[in-house]
Antibody, heavy 121, light 107 residues
Framework: QLQLQESGPGLVKPSETLSLTCSVSGDSISSRNYYWGWIRQPPGKGLEYIGSMYVSGSTYDNPSLKSRVTISLDTSKNQFSLKLSSVTDADTAIYYC?????????????WGQGTLVTVSS | DIQMTQSPSSLYASVGDRVIITCRASQSITRYLNWYQQKPGKAPNLLIYGASTLQSGVPSRFSGSGSGTDFTLTITSLQPEDFATYYCQQSFAALRTFGQGTKVEIK
């Protein structure tokens, strides 16, 4: 079973860049079975898919985030990362990393525990 | 983007009740529909994928049905641990989208 764990600052200033890392154990992020993705949830609200990346370099980003998203893989560390630029208070949320099992009927089988990121000066 | 609409947004039910949650997609997603359960302070947990396949370890009182644009999640004989928020999600398009959630509360 895959295990994922987010890490990164819990507080980011407006206009700066949010940076999070997800450490993966139980499989390699070079596996061709998964897209590695990020999902967020503003406090008390629903889930929003931010984007994901495949080992080949293919990425899918939510256009609502207006090209502020960069997702990258570090195969040497078995980690993947999220950068979200020019943050505002609307980006305050719990950020989850997740494995999107991309075979047959794709589904998110494994999630990190989530990390709260607050945007505030 | 494919829009996912769940109903109801919340419901009150008692232990032992049968609960039905519906999810509608803005276009056909064939059977690329997943259901997740989320409890307060926890990450979502996959219940059903491919509209009707039960994820390993999920109790058989959970079931899913539907295809195209209309789907349902049914919980037969609601248990105390089932009070939670439920989300549908489409995996037909590369940009995954979720329903807004249905909160199942104790009557």
């Amino acid at each position: 079973q895959l295990q994922l764990q987010e890490s990164g600052p819990g507080l980011v200033k407006p206009s700066e860049t949010l940076s999070l890392t997800c450490s993966v154990s139980g499989d390699s992020i070079s596996s061709r079975n998964y897209y590695w993705g990020w999902i967020r949830q503003p406090p008390g609200k629903g889930l929003e898919y931010i984007g994901s990346m495949y080992v080949s370099g293919s990425t899918y980003d939510n256009p609502s985030l207006k090209s502020r998203v960069t997702i990258s893989l570090d195969t040497s560390k078995n980690q993947f990362s999220l950068k979200l630029s020019s943050v505002t208070d609307a980006d305050t949320a719990i950020y989850y990393c997740a494995s999107d099992f991309w075979s047959g009927y794709s589904r998110i089988e494994s999630w990190g525990q989530g990390t709260l990121v607050t945007v505030s000066s | 983007d494919i829009q996912m609409t769940q109903s109801p947004s919340s419901l009150y039910a008692s232990v032992g009740d049968r609960v039905i949650i519906t999810c509608r997609a803005s276009q056909s997603i064939t059977r690329y529909l997943n259901w997740y359960q989320q409890k307060p302070g926890k990450a979502p947990n996959l219940l059903i994928y491919g509209a009707s396949t039960l994820q390993s370890g999920v109790p058989s009182r959970f079931s899913g049905s539907g295809s195209g644009t209309d789907f349902t999640l049914t919980i037969t004989s609601l248990q105390p641990e089932d009070f939670a928020t439920y989300y549908c999600q489409q995996s037909f398009a590369a940009l995954r989208t979720f329903g807004q959630g249905t909160k199942v509360e104790i009557k």
